[in-house]
């Protein structure tokens, strides 16, 4: 009895050292007055995107739900409101796999939202699931859509500097090998789709990266958030049936909340005085080292190249796009403008996209080989 007694007290002290080390995440600080700025999360229905929405709501941000599902996104923003007291939170509907979504989706953001200071990509899938297309489908919702929607929104964010995006990485990316001649060809297989899932993760990185270079100087700052092991429906979205009920139990034991997993990207997005480290990737609320493979320059500026052409929006052009206009009431500083009304209206997407300025070419800064070990904690 003594020794089971014993074993016991050591598996529970192991668990405790492991939770509070490993799954626990740090809490994110940040700015804690949001009042009169707008951000925009994607997949913020249910996980890690939901409790994203959920703290900037909090915080009195104006909060775009961008999310596929109407009734789940919807559902999602009545729930946040009555949570968070604020009733500026409000569902617009956007599907990443579908370019023309992505573009329908930014043409009617642009058209009735005259700010926006944070973008948090977080959708993402990790399989194809019984979805069978002739492109690279995990590739095309995990960072060409993202991309895209960026390029898109890229004018209004200029407006409203200082402004951030966030792109909700993964520690996937350090198994990930970008194959430029097969990027975007369809997943077949489970194993293809794990690979799938890391070289997309790795492109996250890479394209937070070359966003920073392309934006030096504009005022918007980007970062690669990796949440953690996170217990969310990316999860167990794919498992099947008959496995699910004996990975909740472990999954509940060993991974972190969604609330935990969205500390890091909360941290980018509010953190003050981290924008000397725009392009960096971060995990546990703090600078994290990364591969060769992710911070190749050469690599990243190629992918950023195959991006464009992917998502539809041909060679980059050296001439400075025309600016997007200034958002409403431009004598109140970039950090605060007039709130919105309480009560908002649901967005509907326009059906034809509007085409939006290339982004301006600025002159590549070089990058040192050795990133510097700088943290913010």
Not at 207 to 225: D, I, K, P, S
Not at 277 to 297: I, T
Not at 351 to 372: A, G, N, T
Request: charged share 20%; glycine share 8%; hydrophobic share 40%.
């Amino acid at each position: 009895m003594e020794a089971l007694l014993l074993g016991v007290g050591l598996l529970l002290g192991a668990y405790v050292l492991v939770y509070y080390n490993l799954v626990k995440a740090p809490p994110c600080g940040g700015i804690s007055n949001l009042r009169g700025r707008t951000a925009v999360v994607t997949g913020a229905n249910s996980g890690i995107g939901k409790m994203t929405a959920l703290e900037l709501a909090r915080r009195g941000a104006r909060v775009v739900l961008a999310c596929r599902s109407r009734e789940r996104g919807e559902a999602a923003a009545f729930d946040i409101r009555q949570e968070s007291g604020n009733n500026e939170v409000i569902f617009m509907a956007l599907d990443l796999a579908s370019l023309a979504s992505v573009q329908a989706f930014a043409a009617a953001f642009l058209s009735s939202e005259p700010r926006l200071d944070i973008l948090i990509h977080n959708a993402g899938i990790s399989s194809c699931g019984r979805t069978r297309e002739a492109f690279n489908l995990l590739l095309r919702v995990n960072h060409i859509g993202p991309f895209l929607l960026t390029h898109l929104l890229l004018p209004r964010l200029k407006t409203c500097a200082p402004s951030r995006v966030v792109v909700v990485s993964s520690a996937a990316h350090r198994r990930g090998c970008l194959d430029f001649k097969r990027l975007d060809r369809p997943v077949v297989g489970w194993r293809q789709e794990l690979r799938a899932y890391a070289d997309s993760k790795l492109a996250n990185v890479l394209f937070a990266r070359e966003l920073a270079t392309q934006l030096e100087g504009t005022g918007v700052t980007c970062y690669a958030a990796h949440p953690g092991p996170v217990n969310s429906e990316l999860f167990l979205r794919h498992v099947p049936g008959w496995l699910r009920p004996f990975l909740r139990p472990l999954a509940w034991l060993i991974l972190r909340a969604p609330r935990g997993g969205a500390q890091t990207p909360l941290y980018c997005a509010l953190q003050e005085g981290i924008e000397p480290l725009s392009g960096r990737y971060f995990a546990n609320c703090r600078v994290e080292e990364v591969p060769p493979a992710a911070r190749d320059d050469r690599a990243a500026q190629r992918l950023w190249e195959a991006s464009r052409r992917l998502a539809g929006l041909g060679p980059e052009e050296d001439a400075k796009p025309n600016e997007d206009p200034q958002p409403e009431d431009p004598g109140v500083p970039s950090s605060l403008s007039t709130p919105h009304p309480e009560e908002p209206t649901v967005s509907e997407p326009d059906p034809s996209p509007q085409s939006s300025p290339d982004l301006s070419k600025v002159i590549r800064r070089i990058r040192v080989k050795v990133e510097p070990e700088t943290q913010v904690s």
